[in-house]
């Protein structure tokens, strides 16, 4: 079974800074893209970030030049560097990757539970 955890958030004021972390475990063979979606109250889920295998990037328009993704493959594990926090970046944060579990050839899509982000204006 493959887990993912992400750990990090809380309250900041409005210009502050986080970073979040998603720490995937189990019986993992392979991690394709990973990525941080974002879903705010009375809002549908959106991407955030996204980071392939091979560390290319992509970002959503309302975080470009704030936020950067990051991933150490040694450890399977994904950041989220939040810089220039504002009130509408108050969300729940979910990390999400692709993943092949060992014993497997076929790539599976894996949550987090999420963690709250709130920013005080």
């Known amino acids: 079974q493959v887990q993912l955890v992400e750990s990090g958030g809380g309250l900041v004021q409005a210009g502050g800074s986080l970073r979040l972390s998603c720490a995937a475990s189990?019986?993992?063979?392979?991690?394709?893209?990973m990525a941080w979606y974002r879903q705010a109250p009375g809002k549908q889920r959106e991407l955030v970030a996204r980071?392939?295998?091979?560390?290319?990037?992509n970002y959503a328009n309302s975080v470009k030049g704030r936020f950067t993704i990051s991933r150490d493959n040694a450890t399977s594990t994904m950041y989220l560097e939040m810089n220039s926090l504002k009130a509408e970046d108050t969300a729940v944060y979910y990390c999400?990757?692709?993943?092949?579990?060992?014993?497997?050839?076929?790539?599976?899509?894996?949550w987090g539970r999420g963690t709250q982000v709130t920013v005080s204006s």
């Open positions: 980071i392939h295998a091979d560390g290319s990037t």
């Open positions: 189990g019986n993992i063979r392979i991690i394709y893209t």
């Open positions: 999400n990757a692709d993943i092949t579990y060992s014993g497997s050839y076929f790539a599976d899509d894996y």
